[in-house]
């Protein structure tokens, strides 16, 4: 968790000190890149298929959403959203209004571009996640979660935030 804590606040360094063995343990986490740091630790046992990792970070209506994804040769999703500093390892609306904004998102881009001809049908939500490590962060004032363990959160307002906002700067990355 500390790790965690350290990715999710860029350029704090976070320390724990062990000094009830006779060898004091300690050990740092300093991550000068903080969201693209983790997702590039995330990767780091697979090939990417971009060379830059995305990172974006605005404020919208009083709530901080930062994002950084990057595609690697897997198949599986790896997505991890985080609100206030606390996972949220069931999603909740934030891991919604991402998910959203990336299928339209590259759809567009893929018609635009002309991947995808008139014909063809959209890429489905599962065929753009495919391969996608991704940290999504946000930080609001009044968390709505859902269940005892905050593994969900549930405020309704953070779904279209994070789906213009990622949308639009992920738009410009593409």
Known sequence: HLRHQAYLTAGVKMSFFDQRQDEPYDYSFYFDGGLSSYVRYLNSTNKPL??????????????????????????????????????????????????????????????????????DENFSGDDVREGCTA???????????????????????????????FGEDFAVFL
């Not at 930080?139 to 213009?164: C, S, Y």
């Open 50 to 119: 971009q060379e830059e990792t995305f990172y974006m970070k605005r404020e919208v209506n009083e709530m901080l959403i930062e994002m950084s994804l990057q595609y690697v040769d897997d198949v599986r999703e790896e997505v991890y959203a985080f609100a206030n500093n606390i996972a949220n390892p069931e999603g909740g609306t934030h891991l919604a209004g991402f998910r959203t904004a990336l299928t339209r998102t590259l759809n567009t881009f893929a018609r635009a571009k002309e991947f995808l001809k008139e014909k």
């Open 135 to 165: 940290v999504i962060s946000v930080k609001i004032k009044n968390p709505q979660f859902e269940g005892q363990t905050k593994a969900k959160l549930g405020n309704p307002e953070v779904k279209p935030a994070v789906e213009t906002t």
